[in-house]
């Protein structure tokens, strides 16, 4: 699949005074596998929000599969409707997007909701319960799930309605290191091709997997836009978006260094690091 799917120039966005997105610029081309990168309140959040048309830009300009994403264009119901066929969004907390009685009926939804038949309904439901193997929990009414699990049914209702671009907000947020290994996993070869994956994220321990670009925001604004092996690499640029901090070690001989940590864990650097 060829063709952009979100083009961003000099987008501004504000909380009452607060500018959330301050001249933000970018395109993202459909198939791309690309992680929005940054500290709290650096605008990635916001910036999802606005990929999934739930929030519009306050200034520049802003296109979604080549159409205008504005709230304009989203008053027109079938523009609407063809966008949300499209785009599908996981929140960072599944308790948000998870609100039917049962599993079964969490799979259902979206699919009902765009007019799919019955028999096509049914057997995308019996499909995506073995795919992400949740096929015990289908009479399960969500909120009694694990985290883990929460998060597995949340994705599997937006991917049941097979959305070209996936949008996905703190993934691993919350998750023990199970789920979240299994979450990864997922994201980096249970997909398919040829599907766009937007992350938001200050995970910096899974971009490596689930994203081949990465995009760092700094106080509303791009402060990196590179190959994610790049950007991990960039140590330097990773320290003043607040993505790492330093911690001290003193080992048992007594040497003592400074090394950088991300949210999880070690960032190794390379060989001039």
Same mark, same amino acid.
């Given at each position: 699949?060829?063709?952009?799917?979100?083009?961003?120039?000099?987008?501004?966005?504000?909380?009452?005074?607060?500018?959330?997105?301050?001249?933000?610029?970018?395109?993202?081309?459909?198939?791309?596998?690309?992680?929005?990168?940054?500290?709290?309140?650096?605008?990635?959040?916001?910036?999802?929000?606005?990929?999934?048309?739930?929030?519009?830009?306050?200034? +520049?300009?802003?296109?979604?599969? +080549? /159409?205008?994403?504005?709230?304009? @264009?989203?008053?027109?119901?079938?523009?609407?409707?063809?966008?949300?066929?499209?785009?599908?969004?996981?929140?960072?907390?599944?308790?948000?997007?998870?609100?039917?009685?049962?599993?079964?009926?969490?799979?259902?939804?979206?699919?009902?909701?765009?007019?799919? @038949?019955?028999?096509?309904?049914?057997?995308?439901?019996?499909?995506?319960?073995?795919?992400?193997?949740?096929?015990?929990?289908?009479?399960?009414? #969500?909120?009694?799930?694990?985290?883990?699990?929460?998060?597995?049914?949340?994705? /599997?209702?937006?991917?049941?309605?097979?959305?070209?671009?996936?949008?996905?907000?703190?993934?691993?947020?919350?998750?023990? #290191?199970?789920?979240?290994?299994?979450?990864?996993?997922?994201?980096?070869?249970?997909?398919?091709?040829?599907? =766009?994956?937007? @992350?938001? =994220?200050?995970?910096?321990?899974?971009?490596?997997?689930?994203?081949?670009?990465?995009?760092?925001?700094?106080?509303?604004?791009?402060?990196?836009?590179?190959?994610?092996?790049?950007?991990?690499?960039?140590?330097?640029?990773?320290?003043? =978006?607040?993505?790492?901090?330093?911690?001290?070690?003193?080992?048992?001989?007594?040497?003592?260094?400074?090394?950088?940590?991300?949210?999880?864990?070690?960032?190794?650097?390379?060989?001039?690091?």
């Amino acid at each position: 699949m060829s063709g952009t799917a979100f083009d961003f120039q000099d987008v501004t966005y504000a909380y009452r005074s607060q500018r959330a997105l301050d001249g933000v610029s970018f395109s993202v081309q459909l198939g791309e596998r690309v992680a929005l990168l940054g500290a709290n309140g650096s605008g990635k959040s916001t910036l999802l929000r606005m990929m999934d048309a739930l929030c519009f830009a306050g200034g +520049g300009t802003a296109t979604a599969l +080549g /159409a205008p994403l504005s709230e304009k @264009a989203f008053e027109d119901e079938v523009a609407n409707f063809a966008f949300r066929r499209r785009v599908g969004l996981v929140f960072q907390n599944p308790d948000v997007q998870l609100f039917n009685p049962t599993v079964l009926d969490e799979l259902a939804f979206g699919p009902l909701q765009l007019g799919w @038949a019955t028999q096509r309904v049914k057997d995308a439901i019996e499909a995506t319960l073995h795919r992400f193997g949740i096929a015990h929990l289908k009479d399960r009414p #969500p909120h009694r799930l694990s985290g883990g699990e929460k998060k597995r049914v949340a994705i /599997a209702s937006v991917i049941i309605t097979e959305p070209d671009v996936l949008l996905l907000d703190e993934p691993t947020a919350a998750l023990d #290191p199970k789920s979240r290994a299994d979450l990864v996993a997922f994201l980096a070869h249970g997909l398919g091709d040829g599907r =766009t994956v937007i @992350a938001a =994220t200050h995970d910096l321990d899974i971009i490596d997997d689930i994203s081949d670009r990465a995009i760092v925001l700094s106080e509303g604004k791009v402060a990196a836009d590179a190959p994610t092996l790049d950007i991990l690499h960039d140590i330097d640029l990773l320290r003043r =978006t607040h993505l790492v901090f330093e911690h001290h070690h003193r080992h048992g001989d007594g040497h003592e260094h400074d090394h950088p940590h991300g949210v999880h864990g070690h960032i190794h650097q390379g060989p001039e690091g």
